[in-house]
């Protein structure tokens, strides 16, 4: 952002910097993805900015990523050009050990998980992400088969 503000005021051209999406045509526009191919090393998003405990109350369950991009080419979708078309993966210890930060900031027991396709590439997790499976969780996927379904279970973090 601070890109984008200091183009603005100077007033030189913007197209270049990542995230702005430029018109080309009538009907076509630009976008430069910001991509960063260590999802390991990106930060956690600052849940404190707005109430966690006034989501799960209300009974909306917390978001939780772990992977972005996408290669599949469907007519619908604009993740490949949002997010790149090249997959790239968070290691699933950390998509656990973030589900257990959730769930003692904040009580959090039921996830949404908001990758575009879940269930692609199939992967077995290492054993200490296997208890992520042992949580409530919802996603969207592909008409790919998974191995793995949501359940309900008493196992806590």
């Known amino acids: 952002m601070p890109e984008l503000i200091e183009a603005i005021q100077t007033g030189s051209h913007h197209s270049n910097i990542c ?18 191919d260590e999802l390991d090393s990106v930060n956690l998003p600052n849940r404190d900015i707005f109430d966690p405990i006034k989501y799960l109350q209300k009974g909306i369950s917390l978001n939780i990523r772990s992977k972005r991009g996408c290669p ?6 604009t993740t490949p050009q949002i997010e790149g078309s090249k997959m790239r993966l968070r290691t699933p210890r950390l998509v656990v050990d973030e589900l257990e930060i959730l769930n003692k900031a904040y009580g959090a027991a039921e996830f949404y998980i908001t ?3 879940f269930n692609y590439p199939l992967r077995m997790p290492n054993r200490s992400a296997a208890k992520f499976f042992l949580v409530d969780w919802t996603s969207g996927g592909t008409v790919l088969p998974i191995p793995v379904h949501s359940q309900r279970t008493s196992y806590s973090l």
Do not use: A, Q
């Open 19 to 36: 995230g702005v999406i430029m018109p080309l045509h009538e009907t076509e526009s630009d976008v430069r993805p910001c991509l960063s």
């Open 72 to 77: 599949f080419k469907c007519i619908y979708c």
């Open 115 to 117: 990758d575009n396709i």
